[in-house]
Structure formats: C-alpha cells, structure tokens
C-alpha cells in the first residue's frame, strides 16, 4: 500500500493541466502491438478479483493503445468500451477483436477520453493502462467518477518499460533516449510543464479530490530477455522517439542506439528485471 487513504470531493477547484498533443502515437501502433510487454495474468487476475469482475460487468479501458488491458480481462466483462484518440490504435485493437471473434463484446470509440460522452453510473471498472500521465488527469478523474457505479473501480496501470532500471544496459539506453529527445532542433514533443505539474500533483493527490477512496496498490515482478531488434522496437513505439518524431534522423538512432547497446551487453542479450503493477480507487459506495 502507497498510497495515503482519504476521499473528499472538490468540484470547485480550477487546475490548468499540461496539454499534450493529440498525434503524438501516430505511426507508433504496429510497433506498440509487438514489442510492449504484456500485463502478467498474475496481474490481471488480481485485478479482476479484486474488483469482482464476474464476467457481467462493464468495462471501459481509456487510452487503450491496441487493447493491451481490455484484451487482457475479455474474460472477465460482459461489454467493454476501449477508446484511444489515435485511429491506427483502435483499428489494430478492432482487428483483433475481429480476429478473437470477440466484437460483439466491444464498443471502439476514436476520441479524446476528456470528449467522452457516457452514461452516469454505467461501468464497474475502468481501466488507464500506462497513459494517465498523458490525460488531463483532473477532467478525466471526475468524468470517471460520474461513470462508474457507486462502489466501481478505476485502476490506473503501468510498469514494463525497458530503460527503468540499474542494468548497465538500461543505463545507456535510458541516457541515449535522453540524448536524442534532446538533441539540439529536436522539437519539445512534450510540454514543458509536465513533469513539473506530475510533481506537484501527484496521482493520488487527484484522484482523492476528485473523490475517490484510494484502496492501495498491486504489482508483480515480471523478468523478460530483449534482444537488440526488441529494445530498438520498444523505443519506436514510444511517444517521443518514434520513426515519425526522429524524422529523418531514424536511421542514425537506430545505429546509435545498437551501438550503445552492443557496448554494454556483446551476447545481445538484455535482461531486465521490474514491476507491473496497478493503483485502485474506489467511487464509495
Ligand atoms: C502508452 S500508450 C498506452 C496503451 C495501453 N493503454 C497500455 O496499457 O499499454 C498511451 C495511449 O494513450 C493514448 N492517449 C493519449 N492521450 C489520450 C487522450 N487524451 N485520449 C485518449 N487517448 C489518449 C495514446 O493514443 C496511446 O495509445
């Protein structure tokens, strides 16, 4: 448990939140399919069990990418809503709920989760899998809110990225990241006051103002092996070193970035060891 307990709702209050563009994944989600790490079913199965999942509810998974979180608890809902505002995102996400003759169970929704229109009350769970950091956090806690049912959960999850930590390897690819996001006519892709506002307003601080009882946290250890044409495809499906963001600079980070590599790790593989884990909060019932 992490997080401090508490709820109290402040509808009142004026944020300015960072605004992000709305293309920043665009060609990204081929690369986003493959090579992310899958949420552990261990995870997954806490998730569900812990919010009573019985395979009646309603699901509705925000910034959903290519449904790496509602395909993961298909099982465990009734009707699921995934919407994302990137349409290369949802369209592989339908392509595979074509594919697993799922549809029926689905709703695809292109839109921005703080344009969402949705019925009060109407979901059990809803699901930010890596991606909270990349909404307007305050709107979308309260939008949320009116969502679910009284007693329904939202779980914010994240975890699994390659670079997080203290592997000679991880190190360098981290640092080499940092370099090329901010080598000089870079364009910010991101907004200067991101981090800063993250800082100040910390997720927890959010949700319980937005009147959310805060249940505590969940994770499991995942160990995986990357092999360099890995590491470089995670890095592509990633907002700011992307194929589109490095633009004609692709091919010379990608040389970059294996060479970095190779120099750190020569058998080519790369071990990491992490956590994927998810935060809950509770609309009281
Ligand atoms: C890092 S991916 C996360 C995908 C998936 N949820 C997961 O757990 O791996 C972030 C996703 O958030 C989406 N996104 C970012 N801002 C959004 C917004 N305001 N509304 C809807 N989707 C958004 C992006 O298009 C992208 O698909």
Not at 163 to 180: S, V
């Amino acid at each position: 448990m992490h997080w401090r307990t508490g709820s109290g709702r402040r509808d009142n209050v004026t944020v300015t939140e960072p605004a992000f563009r709305t293309d920043l994944y665009r060609g990204t989600a081929r690369a986003y399919d493959d090579f992310r790490l899958p949420y552990p079913a261990g995870l997954i199965a806490d998730l569900a069990d812990r919010t009573g999942a019985d395979g009646t509810g309603r699901l509705l998974d925000l910034a959903c990418g290519t449904g790496q979180v509602a395909f993961a608890l298909v099982g465990s809902f009734a009707e699921i809503w995934a919407v994302d505002q990137e349409p290369e995102m949802i369209g592989v996400a339908r392509r595979k709920a074509q594919y697993l003759a799922v549809m029926s169970r689905f709703r695809f929704i292109t839109g921005a989760a703080e344009q969402l229109t949705a019925p009060d009350g109407h979901f059990d769970l809803v699901t930010i899998g890596n991606a909270f950091h990349r909404l307007p956090r305050t709107v979308v806690a309260r939008s949320v809110w009116r969502w679910l049912q009284p007693g329904g959960f939202l779980a914010l999850l994240w975890g699994g990225s390659p670079h997080d930590g203290d592997e000679a390897w991880q190190h360098a690819l981290k640092a080499t990241m940092q370099r090329w996001q901010q080598r000089p006519g870079a364009r910010a892709r991101i907004p200067a006051s991101y981090q800063e506002d993250r800082d100040a307003r910390p997720d927890e601080q959010i949700l319980a103002q937005a009147g959310y009882e805060l249940t505590g946290r969940s994770s499991v250890p995942v160990s995986h092996v990357w092999t360099a044409d890995e590491l470089a495809g995670f890095v592509a499906s990633t907002s700011v070193l992307s194929a589109t963001a490095l633009g004609d600079h692709a091919a010379e980070f990608d040389t970059d970035l294996r060479r970095e590599l190779a120099a750190c790790q020569p058998d080519g593989r790369f071990s990491q060891r992490a956590e994927m884990a998810y935060d809950l909060a509770r609309r009281p019932g």
